[in-house]
């Protein structure tokens, strides 16, 4: 079973930056598609970046170049740097998985790391 572990969330000031980690087990990581999602209080869990196995990427227009998503196949894990934040940018940051598909749809979740932006 997978199993997806995030860590690196903090309460930083606006501009600041961040970098989230999620650490992946339990089946073969080069195989699947990873992502981090997002929820704020009170909205919808949304789509921040994907890294697909080959390393393509996409991101969310709201982080397009704040944002970048990396991959180590070395170390089963993916991380999340997270430069100029903004107080939009508060949220629990998930960690996911699923196959290398389009559209992407995440079969596995982390706990999710809190994110916190002040102005």
């Known amino acids: 079973q997978v199993q997806l572990v995030e860590s690196g969330g903090a309460s930083v000031q606006a501009g600041g930056s961040l970098r989230l980690s999620c650490a992946f087990s339990?089946?073969?990581?080069?195989?699947?598609?990873m992502a981090w999602y997002r929820q704020a209080p009170g909205k919808t869990r949304e789509k921040v970046a994907i890294i697909a196995t080959r390393y393509t990427t996409n991101y969310a227009d709201s982080v397009k170049g704040r944002f970048t998503i990396s991959r180590d196949n070395t170390k089963n894990t993916i991380a999340l740097q997270m430069n100029s934040l903004k107080p939009d940018d508060t949220a629990v940051y998930f960690c996911?998985?699923?196959?290398?598909?389009?559209?992407?749809?995440?079969?596995?979740w982390g706990q999710g790391t809190q994110v916190t932006v002040s102005s």
């Open positions: 339990g089946s073969r990581f080069s195989r699947f598609a």
């Open positions: 996911n998985a699923g196959p290398d598909e389009y559209p992407y749809r995440p079969d596995f």
